[in-house]
């Protein structure tokens, strides 16, 4: 039943390295409710800017965000023209939400980051 017992060793280090290698996978899930209102404010900050509020959808934007896009007047120039050409929101919907595997995935890197797919439909112009 048993490996002969000069190959146990090997066997509970097989083991030890599958739970190394699986058990951050498992282990890195935020608890529902932070999933739930993170979406709910990425949500909200959609339809302000599907309903034309770019200066509020920058306003209560987070910091990060503010770093990586440019400032306010071309935020709110650059996100009319986008908008304009991809005509208006008809759907959009949670799909799923996905953890990083990795921290080097994630920029900056944080202990609780995730992301969420949230893919829309547009009617064109």
Do not use: C
Request: charged letters at 25%.
């Amino acid at each position: 039943m048993f490996p002969p017992r000069k190959y146990r060793i090997h066997a509970f280090l097989i083991l030890i390295s599958l739970v190394i290698i699986f058990y951050p996978q498992f282990s890195r899930k935020p608890d529902q409710q932070r999933i739930d209102d993170s979406t709910v404010v990425a949500m909200s900050f959609l339809e302000q800017v599907d309903s034309g509020q770019y200066d509020q959808s920058w306003q209560g934007a987070a910091d990060y965000l503010k770093e990586q896009v440019p400032p306010l007047n071309d935020w709110t120039t650059k996100l009319k023209a986008v908008r304009t050409a991809a005509g208006k929101n008809l759907e959009r919907r949670k799909r799923k939400i996905s953890i990083p595997k990795s921290k080097r995935m994630v920029s900056p890197p944080r202990e609780n980051t995730w992301s969420i797919s949230l893919p829309q439909s547009l009617r064109i112009k």
